[in-house]
């Protein structure tokens, strides 16, 4: 099977624009899970989604937002840009549950200028 | 909610020492705990996991022992070696109900 994929793997946004990342899981994996990393804080939980649904959110301001589309796709959005986005962002699929063994992306590498 | 903290962030062995990763949780509910490894430049990848009706997992030289009632849980890994120099990240859950929440990372370097 193909692995989780992720583009584009690089960006480079100014400050005040907005981005959408995307997320292919696993054919046959249903749950979508996004982390934002960052260097000395690890990986922090942004949301969640199964079956189209966000079924967890993390404690990110409401510029962060995604969507999981029938096929299980997931996009991500981040509008009004800040310095302070600038990070790692991955996405990681499982089964059904996020207490399966999830297999991460590449990952978007996004820079904010 | 949960809180995951793990020790330490740096951590240098000698090729053929073991190695030792702690985290503690603040969430008794918790019950699934994973250990992802991260290369430079790659994505983590599951290494191993506990559930909470298990103490202690081997597979080869990777073992992670849980102690429920202190609320920590610890990954060992014996007879280092050099690829074994990564970043391993700890992470807890409550029956995939609520999300992974990861430790900060301990970057291990392995010296030959």
């Known amino acids: 099977k193909a692995g989780v994929t992720q583009t584009p793997r690089y960006l480079i946004k100014t400050r005040g624009q907005q981005v959408t990342l995307s997320c292919s899981p696993i054919?046959?994996?249903?749950?979508v899970s996004w982390y934002q990393q960052t260097p000395g804080q690890g990986l922090q939980f942004l949301f969640e989604?199964?079956?189209?649904?966000?079924?967890n959110k993390g404690n990110f301001p409401g510029r962060f937002s995604g969507r999981q589309f029938s096929n299980s796709r997931s996009e991500m959005n981040v509008s009004t840009l800040e310095l302070g986005d600038s990070a790692l962002y991955l996405c990681a699929s499982s089964v059904n549950r996020v207490d399966e063994t999830q297999y991460f992306g590449p990952g978007t590498r996004l820079l904010v200028l | 909610g949960e809180n995951v903290e793990q020790h330490p962030s740096t951590l240098s062995v000698q090729e053929g020492d073991s190695a030792v990763i702690k985290c503690t949780y603040s969430d008794s509910a918790s019950n699934y705990f994973p250990w992802y490894k991260q290369e430079l430049g790659k994505r983590p990848q599951l290494i191993i996991d506990i559930r909470s009706n298990v103490g202690e997992k081997k597979d080869q030289r990777i073992a992670v022992t849980l102690n429920k009632t202190a609320k920590h849980f610890s990954l060992h890994i014996t007879e280092t070696q050099p690829e074994d120099s990564a970043v391993y990240f700890c992470?807890?859950?409550?029956?995939?109900?609520?999300?992974?929440?990861f430790g900060k990372g301990t970057r291990l370097s392995v010296i030959a």
């Open positions: 054919s046959g994996h249903r749950s």
């Open positions: 989604y199964f079956s189209e649904t966000q079924r």
């Open positions: 992470a807890a859950s409550n029956s995939g109900n609520t999300p992974l929440v």
